[in-house]
């Protein structure tokens, strides 16, 4: 992403540092903004526009367009109003980006109600579209329909891909939606309640011709959306509304399950032998109870138990740390499936960390992931090294179970 990041904090005579400390972010990460690898998160692009007093659109798109679609940039209404964007979550904004993709497809200029649907669809994973597929509405199904209202564009889009007017009236009724249910977010479950609140438009016209009952389908909504503990007023400021923000993302929406008494257990324990050896030696932080790293791809995730060299840690904001931990370890609980916790451990890998660990009660195993490397299984006779990160430490697998009382 071309951006004028460098330009500007060369005009004020900073330092990547000094730019760093202002916005309490790591060097790297200014980095990687200014080099284009990675878009800036919501809140932090908005915190880069005050502080040079300039639009999010001057400094990151310099020649025209919008955030957060890479090449193909959205035009969101009213980009610069902190309390709106600084809510919506990362599947929220997805959904985003699907519609956009989906408007690409049929050749069209705008993202209307019927691309966020399709986008509500595609999305797979939010509230919106489990509730969607129950109620026997599928991607195949509305594009057809959709196509049939619509047809096919020119295929020449326009830079900012605006919404359509009933597209924005549906993104106001999200927000709406969001500060009755007590919401300081914005995930799918608001944009398809804005979206049946528009109450007429082509998406509703496609619901309706594969016998939807409009009216069920929102109670069913308004029935299995959480319920957040707060209110929203216009006595809030953004950076409040921002802070619950990334709390009810990380609470509502990180898929963490709850420790139970073995792994929550072998959590104290691993942690304890690890902070053992690295504190003395101060070879940088243990951290457990998890702690939330903001991730360079934007999304706030959250390990078990992770570990940062002090190479590393020059400066690290309290909140969410923008940087990817060195070790991760997850510990599979009763409530908790392999599979994502192995995605989760790949994700951080893909992302820059050096070890991942999965720890299995029910197994009494340690795996270790590697980048690149095969995967190893440690049972209670071996012993756990981590070379790479700390060249002397060991200790046995065995030391890591609950002791049995006679």
């Not at 990041?5 to 060369?10: P, V, Y």
């Not at 057809?144 to 326009?158: A, H, L, S």
């Not at 902070?275 to 995730?301: C, M, Y």
């Not at 050096?354 to 340690?366: A, H, N, S, T």
Request: proline fraction near 5%.
């Amino acid at each position: 992403m071309n951006n004028r990041l460098r330009t500007l904090r060369a005009e004020r005579n900073w330092s990547q540092a000094d730019l760093a400390e202002r916005l309490g972010v790591s060097r790297q990460s200014i980095n990687a903004l200014e080099s284009g690898k990675y878009d800036p998160s919501l809140p932090l692009a908005l915190k880069i526009a005050q502080l040079f007093g300039s639009s999010i659109e001057t400094i990151f798109f310099p020649e025209g367009g919008t955030m957060f679609a890479g090449k193909s940039p959205l035009n969101f209404p009213s980009l610069t109003s902190a309390p709106f964007f600084s809510r919506f979550t990362p599947r929220a904004i997805k959904v985003i980006k699907l519609a956009q993709k989906e408007s690409r497809r049929l050749g069209h200029n705008f993202v209307g109600t019927e691309q966020i649907l399709l986008g509500l669809i595609e999305e797979g994973t939010g509230l919106a579209a489990k509730i969607l597929k129950s109620s026997g509405v599928n991607l195949r199904g509305v594009r057809i329909e959709v196509e049939k209202i619509i047809g096919r564009g020119n295929g020449i889009t326009t830079v900012g891909m605006p919404f359509a007017p009933r597209a924005k009236l549906l993104l106001d009724f999200a927000q709406e939606s969001a500060d009755e249910l007590g919401h300081f977010y914005i995930d799918t479950e608001n944009l398809l309640l804005g979206l049946l609140r528009v109450g007429e438009g082509v998406a509703v016209s496609v619901l309706e011709k594969l016998g939807v009952d409009l009216q069920n389908l929102q109670q069913q909504v308004l029935q299995e959306a959480p319920r957040g503990l707060y209110q929203a007023s216009a006595s809030r400021s953004g950076e409040e509304i921002n802070q619950f923000s990334q709390q009810a993302s990380i609470e509502e929406f990180s898929g963490e399950t709850p420790d139970d008494l073995t792994s929550g257990e072998i959590s104290a324990r691993f942690c304890g032998l690890l902070f053992a050896w690295i504190e003395p030696r101060q070879l940088g932080r243990v951290i457990g109870s998890r702690t939330a790293f903001h991730l360079p791809d934007g999304d706030v995730v959250v390990p078990r138990i992770s570990f940062v060299s002090r190479e590393r840690l020059k400066r690290v904001p309290r909140t969410y740390p923008e940087l990817v931990p060195d070790l991760v370890v997850e510990i599979k609980s009763a409530f908790d499936r392999l599979i994502p916790l192995q995605e989760k451990i790949q994700r951080f890998l893909d992302l820059g960390a050096k070890i991942g660990l999965l720890i299995d009660p029910d197994e009494q195993i340690v795996v270790v992931h590697r980048l690149h490397n095969e995967v190893v299984v440690l049972r209670d006779g071996d012993m756990l090294t981590l070379p790479e990160l700390l060249p002397d430490w060991e200790i046995q697998v065995r030391q890591l179970w609950s002791p049995t009382f006679g």
